[in-house]
């Protein structure tokens, strides 16, 4: 069982900057695919930044150039730099981790960005 532990959210007005981390612990297995989703109040979770063991990176169009996302393999953590935050990038995120061929999930941080 892979335990995620989030940490960085919080209230930050528009064009301000945050900085999420996700650490995992318990995996048998090399970790995989890591990365963040998110969901707006009344909205279906959507991915937002995933980064593979190899360093590729996969970005919701609407982040592009505004967020980063790395990992610390000897941490295992994964990391999501968010800059020029807008008002709609307000939202829980989620951690999210896969392991061997089992997706976890963080219990998710919000995001608030105020105009």
């Known amino acids: 069982q892979v335990h995620l532990v989030e940490s960085g959210g919080g209230l930050v007005q528009a064009g301000g900057s945050l900085r999420l981390s996700c650490a995992a612990s318990g995996s048998r297995f090399s970790l995989n695919v890591m990365g963040w989703y998110r969901q707006a109040p009344g909205k279906q979770r959507v991915l937002v930044a995933v980064i593979g063991s190899g360093g590729s990176t996969t970005y919701e169009e609407s982040v592009k150039g505004r967020f980063t996302v790395s990992r610390d393999n000897a941490k295992n953590t994964v990391y999501l730099e968010m800059s020029s935050l807008l008002p709609e990038d307000t939202a829980a995120y989620y951690c999210?981790?896969?392991?061997?061929?089992?997706?976890?999930w963080g219990q998710g941080t919000q995001v608030t960005v105020s105009s």
């Open positions: 999210y981790v896969v392991s061997g061929s089992v997706a976890y």
